[in-house]
């Protein structure tokens, strides 16, 4: 059975990706405390929450894929 996971490649794109939309989700949150987000910005905070959210599935699913194939190839 092949098990097709992420490559080395696509996993520095993810989290890449992830660690710059979290330091965006943290700078707007302390831009938050001293001025309120106006629509366009809350808006792209949401979208920004839907991806990392999407992020964290796929690494996820990758973790289990691979942990599956480690798992058959020991028995």
Do not use: C, G, W
Not at 20 to 34: C, G, M, V, Y
Not at 47 to 52: E, S, Y
Request: net charge neutral; hydrophobic share 35%; proline share 1%.
């Amino acid at each position: 059975m092949s098990v097709r996971y992420l490559n080395s490649q696509q996993l520095k794109e993810l989290s890449d990706e992830l660690a710059s939309l979290a330091k965006q989700q943290s700078d707007a949150r302390q831009l938050e405390i001293f001025v309120r987000m106006n629509p366009h910005e809350i808006e792209a905070f949401d979208l920004r929450t839907q991806r990392i959210s999407k992020i964290h599935i796929m690494l996820s699913e990758h973790d289990a894929k691979r942990q599956t194939y480690m798992n058959s190839q020991q028995h």
